[in-house]
């Protein structure tokens, strides 16, 4: 027993070198939910927390492990805060329960409750915020009960902005050049600038030194919507659970496809406890195609993104309840032995150029589950065919290295559909509509 115990601090000491670690293993996988914004915007309220929850539960959701119900903006009053505690004020119209009664009915059903504030003196939507007020925030949302904390980067004082400029190759970035480097930028950093230095960095670190404060009281989640500026991906691991690597998302392809182009570059970092954030799911928002929502969700869950749905759950289609509830995607996010993401093996129609389009088409990666993962994907507009050659998926390669010719097979099922497609020798070919992928489930050599 004592052996096992040392063992379990040392394997927790390797996966959290400079990184943020929790009690209770909070953070060391990415955060499955469900948010209010992009389904409600400033329209927040109870009803809908509750509704939202009750559905994650009754459809399944909550069965895979989806498990955070998160208010975003505008739950507060926003005229100020309470002259005599200084702390924000609830909206009493929104929340008649108060957070903290919100806060309880969620917990009633099994689930956990997010909030959201900013590291400014407003909120996006101009809310009280807390930058100056992080240690009576952190501590008003422990007696809250709060278990996840969404910490945006809007209405940042002058005292608080960066020396420098970084360069983020996010389309919200004009004159991004196709490489992903940033022409005429205005005050860059000095070559190897330590970005961790960074007022961005050091608004942030406030915040997580304050919710280690009341740690023992309550043990909250910190997600960074830090929008991919400061360089957050080679600091944000020692200062949040997950750090948002982009500008906002939006229910439009080429929003998604730019997205999803930025973070494939960026996944060096993404491990146990800490995790890009590609922004929230669009899965049911907007005029995506049935194939467009499938490879959203398949990209984002290879990833190792948190998967926060963003979409009004009761009256969601079966069609996209069914891609949010693929078990093993899920699965492969949640894997508790293989952290790191999956990774583009080849580029596919980009030919490796930066293309906000077009994405990496061809990934792979590990499981501990028995089987690799293959993830094929049509970037284009029109029908085209993708094969996934074996010798080229590199958990494959050594194994092909030393395959007699006759042993060059794998035993392939379709993630999709469950359907065994038996024994697949040398490569998989399948026809993909527009915008539309394959996730197969590689297992045992035949």
Not at 22 to 29: E, F, K, Q
Not at 351 to 373: A, F, I, Q, R
Request: aromatic share 10%; net charge negative.
């Amino acid at each position: 027993m004592i052996r096992s115990s040392i063992a379990a601090a040392l394997l927790l000491s390797l996966e959290g070198a400079k990184a943020l670690t929790l009690p209770d293993n909070v953070g060391r996988l990415p955060a499955l939910g469900w948010n209010s914004w992009n389904a409600f915007g400033c329209d927040v309220s109870e009803t809908k927390l509750m509704t939202a929850a009750n559905e994650i539960v009754s459809t399944g959701l909550k069965d895979l492990g989806y498990e955070y119900v998160n208010i975003d903006d505008c739950w507060s009053v926003k005229g100020g805060r309470d002259n005599v505690t200084d702390r924000i004020i609830p909206d009493s119209e929104k929340f008649p329960s108060g957070i903290n009664g919100t806060a309880q009915k969620i917990h009633n059903l099994g689930l956990k409750i997010g909030i959201y504030s900013s590291a400014g003196t407003e909120t996006c939507a101009g809310y009280p915020a807390s930058i100056g007020h992080e240690s009576l925030d952190a501590q008003t949302f422990a007696d809250w009960g709060i278990d996840y904390l969404k910490y945006d980067n809007c209405y940042v004082p002058s005292n608080w902005t960066d020396e420098y400029t970084a360069c983020t190759a996010d389309s919200d970035f004009p004159g991004v050049n196709p490489n992903g480097t940033c022409p005429g930028l205005q005050n860059p950093a000095p070559a190897g600038y330590d970005w961790s230095k960074s007022n961005t960095a050091k608004r942030y670190n406030i915040m997580r030194d304050a919710l280690a404060a009341v740690e023992d009281q309550q043990v909250i989640l910190f997600s960074m919507c830090e929008w991919g500026q400061a360089d957050v991906v080679s600091w944000g691991n020692g200062t949040g659970n997950s750090w948002r690597m982009s500008g906002d998302i939006n229910a439009t392809w080429p929003r998604i496809t730019a997205i999803a182009n930025l973070n494939a570059h960026e996944l060096s970092s993404v491990d146990f406890w800490g995790h890009n954030d590609p922004d929230m799911l669009e899965v049911g928002n907007g005029n995506l195609t049935i194939e467009e929502n499938r490879a959203h969700f398949a990209l984002w869950a290879i990833m190792k993104s948190p998967l926060i749905i963003g979409t009004a759950l009761d009256s969601l289609p079966e069609t996209h309840l069914e891609i949010l509830k693929n078990a093993d995607l899920v699965a492969f996010n949640q894997d508790p032995v293989h952290g790191k993401p999956a990774y583009p093996y080849k580029a596919g129609y980009s030919n490796g150029t930066w293309d906000p389009v077009h994405p990496p088409e061809y990934w792979s990666g590990s499981t501990s589950y028995g089987w690799n993962l293959v993830l094929l994907f049509n970037s284009e507009d029109v029908n085209a065919t993708r094969t996934a050659s074996w010798s080229e998926v590199p958990q494959l390669k050594q194994q092909q290295r030393h395959a007699h010719k006759t042993q060059r097979g794998y035993q392939v099922e379709d993630i999709w559909t469950g359907k065994d497609l038996g024994c697949v020798k040398d490569q998989y070919s399948v026809d993909l509509q527009p915008h539309d992928v394959a996730v197969l489930k590689i297992k045992g050599k035949c």
